[in-house]
RNA sequence: GGACCUGUAGCUUAAUUGGAUAGAGCACCUGACUACGGAUCAGGAGGUUAGGGGUUCGACUCCCUUCAGGUCCA
């Protein structure tokens, strides 16, 4: 809407004399109860006019209808003036632009960006936080690139430590050389298995060293297992050739088991990253922030850095026995893809327990001069929680990812089969049409909702395929196909329609004009919750659309054609807008 | 002790970043050409935007404060 900013600016050097900058002027949709499609809020103009809000709306608008062609008329109240465009700007917009086969595609920008998702432990199955998180991983990353960025997905696995040695040491015990063919289990589910037996076994310990009289601080140290677990990281991290071998295994049935979450849920990496290969990373850079005197030593050798000035606290980057806290591997890995990428920007798909953290952890890449530092970003999303409070694995709390993906699934299966709309689909069609929509009605509700907001699950209420959901949106892109595919022509191209355009029509070509800036927005707040949400408007729009006019049954051709072209430049949005949340439109349903 | 996030209708949520009478969905009530696909559409009811104060033409949005829930730092 470049043209009523240029416009109003002009307007007002003409009118009152003044030089004002477009970004001065504030612009909105127009309110649905009111005529027009864009409105200007004259409020602040008020003060260069010296005049009522309603006189300088009007004087402006009038000032666009005699200036501007795409204007037709305006109506002024109180401080808003809302524009009315003219029928033939919009067809003219709607036959240039969104009528193309690659309208809102964005050019490449040459920028590269990466983003990091997923991240799991090797110690536990994925839950429904860990499906936020990809989710939104996954989705972020289509946005950018939709935006014209190159993008690189990368996950960095948390494939060691004390946690993994816990489920290592647990199967070693009590496992009697179980494996996921022996038992038929997956892969990451029977590693997780181990690590709640470990959980079990240590705190039966505890209980018995309590009742022998040791504190509970004490015995929680002193308990056997968690001496043994701990004596493994250690010959982990000597090489030691039997416990290697024996995480290798472990993990590569974890690997297996997630492999297959990840492919249902339809995310996929560029980059693996292991901790186990970047645990070490990072002290180079402690020398070299104390060479800079950013960090500075302790009596007991340990590194830290001051943040009282940034109104943080001290924060320890190295031990005093030179061993690395989590920070300190971080600074290396930041360093370390932006080596391997050369990445403009580095999204951290990260919840928000961890916002200190990466606010410390860029602030201190910023001191140390590191040029890509300013292009770090954490997305920070809030946690998932259940009614009953937070979920915990090891209590068995767990709302398990491909238990709920099953479930999605089976619910699309049940509410299809109940409305009876599969004739003629083949066995594996009908699959395929339930997975899209279990899953659509999953990860729409996952998406809809802006990131940094917590959102509560409730088991017990299933997610609904009605009104503001997926399967509402998917059901509307189903019903466009059909319509199209019942004309008895291809070609949509008119020159006329032979009557002035409806409201739901005019609305309707609006809301598909705003998709490139709806792309441009989630891509820059990183959110595609404004790409579900003005999915969602655009199909509602539709479904009005559709009840108020008449397609197929009308006489004129030329009108036909152009509501048949309306019809399937919304398809071709939905359907895109939609892989952009990593969701399937059908063509049936 | 210090810092951060969240709080909008019974429930799930939106509000173009300071603009109009706070907009939707679910659930509830009423209705819709004898379905160009009813997983739809139209309407009704439901709000002190957690409470209080301030800033200004205007505040869900910014500032102060209290409350509630959650998180982090040593």
């Given amino acids: 809407m470049d043209f009523i900013l240029k416009g109003t600016v002009e307007a007002v050097k003409a009118l009152y004399n003044t030089e004002i900058k477009e970004s001065d002027i504030a612009l909105q949709e127009t309110r649905k109860e009111f005529d027009g499609e864009i409105t200007v809020v004259t409020f602040p103009l008020t003060r260069l006019s010296r005049k009522t809000p309603e006189q300088t709306g009007n004087e402006i608008g009038e000032y666009l209808v005699s200036h501007l062609s795409e204007v037709a008329g305006f109506s002024v109240i109180k401080g808003f003036l809302n524009i009315v465009l003219s029928e033939e700007f919009l067809l003219k917009i709607f036959k240039e632009q969104l009528v193309k086969e690659n309208f809102g595609e964005g050019q490449p920008n040459g920028k590269k960006v990466m983003v990091e998702y997923s991240s799991p432990n090797t110690n536990k199955p994925l839950h429904l936080g860990h499906v936020r998180n990809n989710l939104l991983g996954f989705s972020v990353a289509e946005i950018l690139s939709a935006e014209g960025f190159e993008v690189v997905k990368a996950n960095l696995v948390n494939d060691r430590g004390i946690h993994i040695c816990k489920s290592m040491l647990a199967w070693q015990k009590f496992g009697q050389g179980e494996t996921p063919e022996s038992t038929g289990l997956k892969g990451d589910k029977l590693v997780g298995n181990y690590y709640v037996i470990f959980d079990k076994e240590y705190k039966k310990e505890i209980e018995e060293l309590k009742a022998q009289g040791q504190s509970e601080e004490d015995a929680k140290k002193n308990a056997p297992l968690i001496n043994e677990a701990r004596q493994m990281l250690q010959k982990w991290e000597a090489g030691d050739e039997g416990v290697i071998s024996l995480w290798k295994t472990m993990n590569s049935w974890v690997y297996a088991g997630f492999d297959e979450t990840y492919n249902k849920l339809g995310v996929s990496f560029d980059k693996y990253y292991y901790e186990s290969d970047t645990y070490l990373l990072g002290k180079d850079i402690i020398e070299e922030g104390l060479e800079k005197g950013v960090f500075f030593k302790k009596e007991d050798n340990s590194v830290w850095i001051d943040l009282t000035t940034e109104g943080l606290d001290e924060k320890l980057v190295l031990r005093g026995d030179g061993t690395s806290v989590y920070i300190t591997q971080d600074l290396g890995t930041a360093e370390l893809k932006y080596k391997d990428f050369n990445v403009e920007e580095s999204i951290y798909v990260v919840g928000n327990e961890q916002d200190y953290h990466f606010k410390v952890l860029f602030l201190i890449l910023d001191k140390l001069g590191k040029s890509w530092a300013k292009g770090l970003y954490h997305l920070s999303y809030g946690m998932v929680d259940l009614p009953s409070g937070k979920m915990k694995s090891r209590e068995g709390t767990v709302v398990d990812a491909d238990d709920l993906i099953r479930e999605m699934v089976d619910t699309a299966r049940k509410r299809t089969e109940e409305l009876g709309k599969t004739e003629g689909f083949s066995d594996a069609e009908k699959e395929h ?59 949509f191209s008119f020159s006329e329609i032979g009557s002035s355009l409806s409201s739901s029509e005019r609305e309707l070509v609006m809301s598909l004009y705003k998709y490139p800036e709806v792309i441009s927005a989630a891509a820059k707040e990183h959110s595609p919750a404004l790409v579900a949400n003005y999915t969602y408007e655009l199909a509602k729009l539709y479904n009005k659309f559709y009840h108020e006019e008449p397609i197929l049954k009308v006489e004129e051709q030329q009108l036909m054609n152009f509501r048949l072209a309306l019809s399937q430049s919304t398809a071709s949005v939905i359907k895109k807008s939609m892989k952009l949340l990593g969701i399937e439109v059908p063509e049936k349903m």
């Avoid at 940094?452 to 189903?478: C, M, V, W």
């Fill in 433 to 491: 049409l339930y997975n899209m929509i279990g899953l659509g009605a999953l990860k729409y509700f996952l998406l809809k909702v802006e990131p940094k907001k917590r959102l509560l699950f409730d088991p017990n209420e299933s997610i609904d395929f009605q009104g503001h959901t997926g399967p509402f949106i998917q059901y509307t892109h189903a019903r466009i196909r059909s319509v199209i595919n019942k004309a008895s022509h291809k070609d």
